[in-house]
């Protein structure tokens, strides 16, 4: 399979199954193109792409199409047809899925390691943002706190079931973990005074609103968290509009200096600023905008969670504002690279010559098998996003896992257990999407959430056009 199309300047062909990368003319990506929609029929790409007729097919229909051009001439194409049946032969163009065997094989290769955990240190929170999927931090149950003994727990039952994995990963979230600040301190101290006896390096990760950073929290994030993840939405009336305290006060004056002076003590590096575009702000690059005119440079923009009912839920309308963006966002990018201003926005961080390996691309994050949510009293959920949703209980960190019909469910899913997947592009990039926003749209772990399908689609394409222009302008700078 491939996935043709053009951004950016550039005719781009993505080999979906080798992941090979090919920018090519005109005349190239017309006879792909035409090799393309006789590729179903194929039994043996290289052989069949080099049959007569559709050879004789094709070089025919190139010398119409460019008629008195140079393109136009027979051994012009024929060349270029050439070339092409090479990419094929060398399994660059066209290459078979060996994957799908591999998928479940894979998955339980790690059954039963845990490398990471998500530590609800605080089921409350000192905002109250409308669109906030955890119910305000609450859950849909009840304001609490993790106490340091439960924590401490959560921490020993990381080490006892990461097998033997070294590098252990806590991220510290809410509502907002500031409310608990004291006790993600100890934990903190905890860890490292245990990790060496049991061979483990702990990396921790810490998720805040903002409003109750200080210079204590500064420092001890800059020493100990490996990353940082701030929440901002960007314009101040769009931020204030929902992110605001229980007086119904915008938090953008208040945290913005806060945060400034946070990602400076960090030296610009190992943070995110992460904002929740909605139906309120479609055009959400003019928010990135003012991120990168505040200073930071290290962004991420995610589409909103919420119910159908929700006046926040981005709407079908929505839908190609948002798409036009992703474009906008990969030519500022491109502008700003050529000023020697660069800026990285999560979902366009690709790697053309590496990425990730076959089992992150086919089994995806993790949720429920290799990575949970901890609650404040110790309950075991996949992750965040089911928190407070009983029939997604896994069990407890004192027991461990009881509800293995559930855990199983996650570890069945992979890119290849849903049937939409099978023959997306985007399958090896997605690994399959969220399994929290699948269920939210369509009731199962295994649906396909479309929607969130055609931004994800949209965000690769200007990543790896992005990917394509850097690669060329670092060529031309040698």
Not at 31 to 36: F, P, R, S, Y
Not at 419 to 443: D, Q, V
């Amino acid at each position: 399979m491939i996935h043709q199309y053009q951004l950016g300047g550039y005719n781009i062909v993505l080999d979906v199954c080798s992941g090979a990368l090919h920018v090519v003319d005109e005349l190239t990506y017309d006879l792909i193109e035409g090799i393309a929609a006789a590729e179903e029929t194929f039994t043996d790409a290289s052989s069949d792409a080099a049959a007569p007729a559709l050879r004789e097919k094709l070089v025919s229909s190139m010398q119409d199409k460019y008629a008195g051009t140079e393109m136009g001439k027979k051994e012009e194409i024929e060349e270029c047809y050439e070339q092409i049946l090479g990419l094929i032969r060398t399994g660059k163009l066209f290459t078979k899925d060996t994957y799908e065997p591999m998928a479940g094989e894979l998955k339980a290769r790690t059954s039963g390691v845990v490398k990471a955990l998500c530590l609800h240190i605080a089921h409350t929170c000192n905002l109250n943002c409308s669109y906030c999927f955890a119910s305000q931090g609450k859950y849909h149950g009840e304001r609490a706190v993790m106490s340091l003994e439960v924590g401490k727990r959560a921490l020993d039952f990381l080490i006892e079931n990461s097998g033997s994995r070294h590098n252990l990963e806590v991220d510290f979230f809410g509502g907002e973990p500031l409310m608990n600040f004291e006790v993600v301190k100890e934990l903190v101290a905890y860890a490292r005074s245990i990790e060496k006896q049991h061979n483990k390096n702990f990396r921790f990760t810490l998720t805040t609103n903002g409003v109750l950073v200080d210079d204590d929290v500064i420092d001890f994030a800059n020493r100990e968290c490996s990353n940082v993840v701030l929440s901002l939405d960007g314009r101040k009336e769009v931020h204030d509009r929902y992110r605001v305290d229980f007086a119904g006060n915008g938090s953008w004056e208040k945290i913005v200096p806060k945060f400034q002076k946070f990602v400076k003590a960090r030296d610009g590096k190992n943070y995110y600023m992460r904002g929740t575009f909605t139906h309120a702000n479609p055009d959400f690059l003019e928010d990135i905008k003012v991120m990168l005119d505040l200073g930071f440079t290290e962004l991420s923009m995610e589409p909103v969670v919420c119910g159908e009912d929700d006046p926040a839920r981005l709407t079908e309308e929505d839908l190609p504002i948002v798409l036009q963006q992703y474009e906008k966002l990969a030519e500022l990018m491109i502008e700003r690279d050529k000023e020697g201003k660069p800026f990285t926005f999560y979902h366009y961080m690709i790697d053309l010559k590496g990425g990730p390996c076959i089992y992150k691309r086919i089994s995806g994050c993790g949720s429920g098998t290799e990575y949970m949510a901890v609650t404040p009293w110790g309950d075991l959920y996949p992750c965040h996003q089911f928190v407070g949703e009983e029939k997604f209980l896994l069990g407890n960190i004192y027991d461990g896992v009881k509800n293995t019909s559930i855990q199983d469910d996650f570890a069945a899913c992979n890119v290849y257990a849903r049937e939409e997947c099978r023959n997306c592009w985007a399958r090896l990039y997605c690994s399959g999407g969220c399994a929290a926003n699948a269920y939210h749209a369509t009731g199962s772990v295994r649906g396909v959430y479309k929607y969130g399908c055609e931004l994800f689609k949209k965000r690769i394409e200007c990543a790896l056009m992005v990917a394509i222009n850097r690669e060329f302008s670092a060529s031309e700078n040698q």
